[in-house]
């Protein structure tokens, strides 16, 4: 079985970061590891509190995980601060890690800011050069370039000035334009499409640590890029389709909609 790892931080609600993570890996057929950048509480209303663990802790993770397992693939997800950047950045050099997917987590569905503005430049000039791909939404995308992205076409430029920042892959999200969800794959030469229906329902929390982790372990199964997103973007339709009624605000996805259904385990 492959292996994959995670570098994220907490959701004690389970249903972003390490949490999704892991049952993302382990839906899509690998063995999911973790490095926990960060512990938050939080549930389906918001984030209440974070503690961003001590870069020493996170570079002494790393180091159990990569000096005994082999790791075929690293997703990237929750760095707050700029010291947690630079000993992930270093330490997945040294460790020659490969297949890295970059989630650039900056805000919260509930709006909470995740990344400091001021450690964004410290992201695109620490990070973006390590993965094989990034996979930001609009948002996201919009911080990165200071750009403003409100179709296609600026969808486009904008995955072309983050592919020159230093990344091999550019998966550029569209869900927060109006329309279907077109999401932007660019790999500096060419783009690549992905369209899927707008699904009506606000319980999507966790939908891009899902994604994103889905291709990572796609990666790990020896697909190509093309390929990984292409698996991802339809289990994560599912998972958004079937997504779950959880807590008082935005719930998670489903992500053993179809196993369970294989299953006969569909439950209320």
């Given at each position: 079985?492959?292996?994959?790892?995670?570098?994220?931080?907490?959701?004690?609600?389970?249903?972003?970061?390490?949490?999704?993570?892991?049952?993302?890996?382990?839906?899509?057929?690998?063995?999911?590891?973790?490095?926990?950048?960060?512990?938050?509480?939080?549930?389906?209303?918001?984030?209440?509190?974070?503690?961003?663990?001590?870069?020493?802790?996170?570079?002494?993770?790393?180091?159990?995980?990569?000096?005994?397992?082999?790791?075929?693939?690293?997703?990237i997800g929750m760095v707050s601060r700029q010291e947690t950047i630079e000993?992930?950045?270093?330490?997945?050099?040294?460790?020659?890690?490969?297949?890295?997917?970059?989630?650039?987590?900056?805000?919260?569905?509930?709006?909470?800011?995740?990344?400091?503005?001021?450690?964004?430049?410290?992201?695109?000039?620490?990070?973006?050069?390590?993965?094989?791909?990034?996979?930001?939404?609009?948002?996201?995308?919009?911080?990165?370039?200071g750009m403003s992205i409100t179709n296609l076409m600026q969808m486009e430029?904008?995955?072309?000035?983050?592919?020159?920042?230093?990344?091999?892959?550019?998966?550029?999200?569209?869900?927060?334009?109006?329309?279907?969800?077109?999401?932007?794959?660019?790999?500096?030469?060419?783009?690549?499409?992905?369209?899927?229906?707008?699904?009506?329902?606000?319980?999507?929390?966790?939908?891009?640590?899902?994604?994103?982790?889905?291709?990572?372990?796609?990666?790990?199964?020896?697909?190509?890029?093309?390929?990984?997103?292409?698996?991802?973007?339809?289990?994560?339709?599912?998972?958004?389709?079937?997504?779950?009624?959880?807590?008082?605000?935005?719930?998670?996805?489903?992500?053993?909609?179809?196993?369970?259904?294989?299953?006969?385990?569909?439950?209320?």
């Amino acid at each position: 079985m492959k292996k994959v790892l995670t570098i994220a931080g907490s959701d004690s609600s389970g249903g972003a970061g390490i949490q999704a993570d892991i049952k993302s890996f382990s839906a899509n057929g690998v063995f999911g590891m973790s490095v926990i950048t960060a512990v938050t509480a939080q549930n389906t209303q918001g984030v209440w509190a974070v503690q961003d663990i001590n870069e020493d802790i996170i570079s002494k993770q790393l180091a159990a995980i990569f000096e005994d397992i082999k790791v075929a693939a690293v997703k990237i997800g929750m760095v707050s601060r700029q010291e947690t950047i630079e000993i992930v950045a270093s330490d997945l050099k040294k460790y020659e890690a490969r297949n890295i997917v970059l989630d650039p987590v900056m805000i919260s569905k509930s709006g909470c800011a995740l990344l400091n503005p001021d450690t964004c430049s410290s992201l695109i000039s620490h990070l973006l050069p390590l993965a094989t791909i990034v996979t930001p939404n609009i948002p996201e995308a919009e911080e990165i370039t200071g750009m403003s992205i409100t179709n296609l076409m600026q969808m486009e430029q904008a995955a072309n000035k983050i592919h020159s920042l230093g990344p091999s892959y550019v998966l550029l999200k569209g869900g927060h334009c109006q329309g279907d969800a077109t999401d932007i794959l660019f790999d500096g030469r060419t783009f690549e499409y992905f369209h899927s229906p707008r699904i009506a329902t606000k319980h999507t929390h966790g939908t891009g640590c899902t994604l994103s982790s889905a291709i990572a372990a796609n990666l790990a199964h020896g697909y190509t890029v093309s390929q990984a997103v292409q698996l991802a973007k339809q289990y994560i339709t599912i998972a958004i389709e079937h997504s779950l009624a959880i807590g008082k605000g935005v719930g998670p996805v489903h992500h053993f909609y179809t196993l369970y259904e294989k299953a006969g385990m569909l439950l209320e």
